[in-house]
Nanobody
Framework: QVQLVESGGGLVQAGGSLRLSCVASGRTFSGYAMGWFRQAPGKEREFLAAINWSGSDTYYADSVKGRFTISRDNAKDTVYLQMNGLKPEDMAIYYC????????????????????WGQGTQVSVSS
C-alpha cells in the first residue's frame, strides 16, 4: 500500500516562504513521477508542479512559475515544494501525488494520471 505524508504547511505572511515535504512509502519511489496540487475552499483542485522520476524534467502551472520549485531526493523517498513570494491567494490545502508513469509531459500534466494522494497540508497566508 502506497502512503504519502505531507508536512511543512503553516501560517506565513505575504511574501514569505515555506517548504513542503512529501515522504512516500510502499513502493519504489524513484520509479515514478510526482506532483503537487492544491485545493482552496469552493474551488477545484489545481495542478501546481510535477517532476519526473529522475528530477531532470519539471513542469509548473503559470500561477506558480518563478515562485515555486519542485525537487526530489530519491535516496530519501521525498519530494519537495519550495514556495517563495507567497500570496494570500496561495492559501489552500496542498497535496502531493504519485503519477502512474515515470515521466512524460502528457502524463505529468493530467491529474487523472496520478493514482495515490497524500492527506494534505494546510498553507495559510496572511496579508
Amino acid at each position: 500500500q502506497v502512503q504519502l505524508v505531507e508536512s511543512g504547511g503553516g501560517l506565513v505572511q505575504a511574501g514569505g516562504s515555506l517548504r513542503l515535504s512529501c515522504v512516500a512509502s510502499g513502493r519504489t519511489f524513484s520509479g515514478y513521477a510526482m506532483g503537487w496540487f492544491r485545493q482552496a475552499p469552493g474551488k477545484e483542485r489545481e495542478f501546481l508542479a510535477a517532476i519526473n522520476w529522475s528530477g531532470s524534467d519539471t513542469y509548473y502551472a503559470d500561477s506558480v512559475k518563478g515562485r515555486f520549485t519542485i525537487s526530489r531526493d530519491n535516496a530519501k523517498d521525498t519530494v519537495y515544494l519550495q514556495m517563495n513570494g507567497l500570496k494570500p491567494e496561495d492559501m489552500a490545502i496542498y497535496y502531493c501525488a504519485t503519477n502512474k508513469y515515470a515521466g512524460g509531459r502528457y502524463y505529468l500534466l493530467r491529474s487523472n494520471e496520478y493514482e495515490y494522494w497524500g492527506q494534505g497540508t494546510q498553507v495559510s497566508v496572511s496579508s
